[in-house]
């Protein structure tokens, strides 16, 4: 049967050349004889140095104590600026939440690409718009994907709402 195989495979099972004997060249490690026999650390103890004269061995701190400090000191530096952001606030000097909640309507989940003209033409349905406000990421200036329009009258808002 292997006489119908191509020579490129028969020559896959072809027998290797047999491997040259070499001579060994020196003589095992557990043959040889050293010259000097083994000795202990005994000779060196005096290239060491005195034991009370090292600093005392340092203990590095695991990764869970790691990962648990790092833990603590976020939480420790977010409550700081809590703290400072909260003296700061002022909810009646704030431009941004001005008007009146039981006139005001949260519309979520809206289209990154909505303008307010958008919304205003949407919501002017129900009746008249006093303002809209489209929330804005600060850092990024992207729209949030939510606003607060805020109608004249509270039936109004109602209305837009059901």
Known sequence: M???LPPNLLALFA???PI????QLEKLPHEKHHNQPYCGIAPFIRHFEDPRDAPPPTRAETREERLERK???KIERRQTVLETELKLWDPHND???QGD???TLFVARINY???ESKLRREFEVY???KRIYIVYNKRTGKPRGYAFIEYEHERDMHSANL
């Open 2 to 4: 292997t006489q119908f």
């Open 15 to 17: 027998p290797r050349d």
């Open 20 to 23: 040259p004997f070499l001579p």
């Open 71 to 73: 833990r603590r000191e």
């Open 95 to 97: 431009p941004n939440a």
């Open 101 to 103: 909640a039981f006139k």
């Open 113 to 115: 690409d909505t303008t």
């Open 127 to 129: 009746g008249p718009i």
